[in-house]
């Protein structure tokens, strides 16, 4: 289910028969990867994969879906359009500080090593990705990933916290 092997997060569906299998969503603050976390801890859950379309920002670009009035048609969305490049900035944002925290997850003993090599790409890839958009200064998310990298430990004691208070509102549940 993580995102890394191709899941989607937008597609997921939730069986509320097995709520004890259902952990708790959470991302470091202002990042993006709920789903990608909650998947960390569906070792025991049946997970299937089921095909479906879907689109991000689908509220916002039709307001009508709230009334059920589906499109008819999707919008071409064009290449050169100025919001573009700050929802990529966005969106690159939220993953380099959700990134820290699932490298740390994954493997502890290989982090400093994987977060040094993810930090040297970072730094080779960010002059590209300005020259593509240059409206939008990329250099931030080497601050972002720094900060989220230095405060990883913190983020994942949060994670852990989350879970256990999530499996404590459960048990109540089945009561």
Not at 78 to 103: N, Q, T
Not at 121 to 150: C, M, R
Request: aromatic share 14%.
């Amino acid at each position: 289910m993580v995102q890394e092997n191709g899941w989607l997060g937008s597609t997921l569906c939730i069986n509320m028969n097995h709520l004890d299998k259902i952990p708790a969503f959470y991302n470091p603050p202002e990042a993006r990867g709920e789903d990608t976390f909650f998947s960390t801890l569906l070792d025991d859950a049946k997970v299937l994969r089921v095909p479906v379309y879907h689109f991000h920002d689908g509220f916002l670009k039709y307001p009508g879906i709230m009334k059920q009035k589906y499109p008819v048609s999707l919008r071409k969305i064009k290449g050169d359009e100025s919001e573009i490049g700050l929802r990529f900035l966005r969106a690159s944002k939220g993953w380099m500080k959700y990134k820290p925290l699932l490298l740390y997850i994954a493997d502890k003993k290989s982090y400093k090593t994987k977060i040094e090599e993810t930090y040297k790409k970072l730094e080779d890839s960010v002059p590209e990705i300005n020259k593509l958009f240059q409206d939008n200064n990329f250099n931030v998310l080497l601050d972002e990933f720094k900060e989220y990298s230095e405060n990883v430990e913190k983020h994942y004691k949060e994670y852990l916290k989350t879970n256990e208070v999530w499996n404590r509102i459960k048990e109540n549940f089945k009561k």
